[in-house]
T-cell receptor, first 112, second 115 residues
């Protein structure tokens, strides 16, 4: 079945710096890769997603890149702000049964 | 209006008890899910229903039994609770079928603590 590995598990940056979170997936048939943000004590919420026919997608300060050959995808956050502090999850939708499999999560801390 | 609502939000109980968590969505979605988030924040899928039909049943102990009376509701019943069942349980729904990409809308979570 699909397996998603996410790194790093924790990331601390200064306000204004960039943050990059990387994920790899195992199922080459996966075709949908969302990113979710979970603030402390809250529910996970979708912040950006990318489909397998696209290599890059950007939405204001966040961008996601996908390398299908290497089975890698990454989240890039520029000009980080303290409110970006949260746990970020990558995920991949496998082709078997439509399961959305999540990575282990990255706890991002943005220091003012 | 809350899109995906779960009750109760907090549940503290003794080992061996039986408890239920209820979930309702008013988004008109066909697909609903239960995810378990453990103390290390890992989100793991447990079950998925598409229009009341069980679609995904991960390797979950038989003590966990989902029930979907209609496509807007997906409840989770847990028998003989164990310490390891302590976690946050998230209900979610999706506007598209399980085999099609679509955003997951999560409920607020139900924090279960087994003593």
């Amino acid at each position: 079945g699909e397996n998603v590995e996410q790194h790093p598990s924790t990331l601390s940056v200064q306000e204004g710096d960039s943050a990059v979170i990387k994920c790899t997936y195992s199922d080459s048939a996966s075709n949908y890769f969302p990113w979710y943000k979970q603030e402390l004590g809250k529910r996970p919420q979708l912040i950006i997603d990318i489909r397998s026919n696209v290599g890059e997608k950007k939405d204001q300060r966040i961008a996601v890149t996908l390398n299908k050959t290497a089975k890698h995808f990454s989240l890039h956050i520029t000009e980080t702000q303290p409110e970006d502090s949260a746990v970020y999850f990558c995920a991949a939708l496998g082709n078997q049964g439509g399961k959305l499999i999540f990575g282990q999560g990255t706890e991002l801390s943005v220091k003012p | 209006d809350t899109a995906v609502s779960q009750t109760p939000k907090y549940l503290v109980t003794q080992m061996g008890n039986d408890k239920s968590i209820k979930c309702e969505q008013n988004l008109g979605h066909d697909t609903m899910y239960w995810y378990k988030q453990d103390s290390k924040k890992f989100l793991k899928i447990m079950f998925s229903y598409n229009n009341k039909e069980l679609i995904i049943n991960e390797t979950v102990p038989n003590r966990f039994s989902p029930k979907s009376p209609d496509k807007a509701h997906l409840n989770l019943h847990i028998n003989s609770l164990e310490l390891g069942d302590s976690a946050v349980y998230f209900c979610a729904s999706s506007p598209l079928g399980v085999a099609i990409t679509g955003e997951l809308f999560f409920g607020e979570g139900s924090r279960l603590t087994v003593l």
